[in-house]
C-alpha cells in the first residue's frame, strides 16, 4: 500500500486519550540516508519512510513537559524533563506514516524505568541540561544507564526566523505515530495528534555528538546535517496502542 498523504495535521483522530505532554523547545537536526541504511532498524512489517528516495536519522533535543495521564493533568516533577532521541521514520502494512525511537535519553529515572518496563522504549537515563540566551540554545546530554555510559552529546543552535514549512518539513516533523514492537514481537503503531508545528530556521552552532553512534550512525556527526530547524512546540496528545 502507497504511504498516506504528507499533511500538517493528524489526518485522523488518535483515538481515547492515554497521555497529554508538551514537547517544548526543539532542535531538529537531519541527516538524509539510503533506505536500506535504516531497514534493520525498523520493527518487522514497517519500511523506510523516504523523500525524493532518501530517508532521513534525526537528531532531536528538546524539553518534555507536563506528561498526564488519561486526560489529567501533568505529573509533578516526574511528567517533565529534557530528552534527546534518535528516530528513524517509518510507513507500515496500512501506509500509516510514523517514527522509530532508536534511542531516547532522558534526565529522569521514573519515566526511563516505566517507558522500558511499560511500551518497551528504548529510554536511556542521562544527565541533560538546556540552556537559552537570546537565540542560541544548547542541550547537553551525558548517558548513565545502561549504556554505553558516558556517550555524550553537546548541540548548540542559533534560532532564526520563522518560516512556512514545505513538504519536507512536514515530511519530518508531522508524524502521526510510532512503531514500536511489544513484548510478544509485534509490531504495533501508537497514534498521536497535536496542532500545526510553528517552526524557525536553525543554524547548528555546535555539533559534539555520540549518541548517533551509539545508535549506530556514528559517522553522521562527522558532518554538518542535512537540514537543521527549531521549534518552540506543540501540546500533544496519544491514543491507544493498534496493531499495525
Known sequence: MQPEPITPL???PAGRTVF??????LAFLHWAVPPERVQPHLPAGTRPDTFDGAT???LIPFWMQGIGLLGGPGLPYVGSFHETNVRLYSVDGQGRRGVVF???DASRLAPVLAAR?????????SRMDRRRSGTHVTYTCRRRWPGPRGARSRVSVVVGERFEAGPLEHFLTARWGLHLSDRAGRTRYWPNEHPTWPLHRAAVDVLDDELLAAAGFGDLADRSPDHAMFSPGVDVVFGPRLRA
Open 117 to 125: 518496563w511499560g511500551p518497551r522504549l528504548p529510554y536511556l537515563w
Open 20 to 25: 497529554t505532554q508538551r514537547w517544548s523547545e
Open 102 to 104: 532508536v534511542s531516547l
Open 56 to 58: 532521513y536519522v534525526g
Open 10 to 12: 493528524a489526518p485522523r
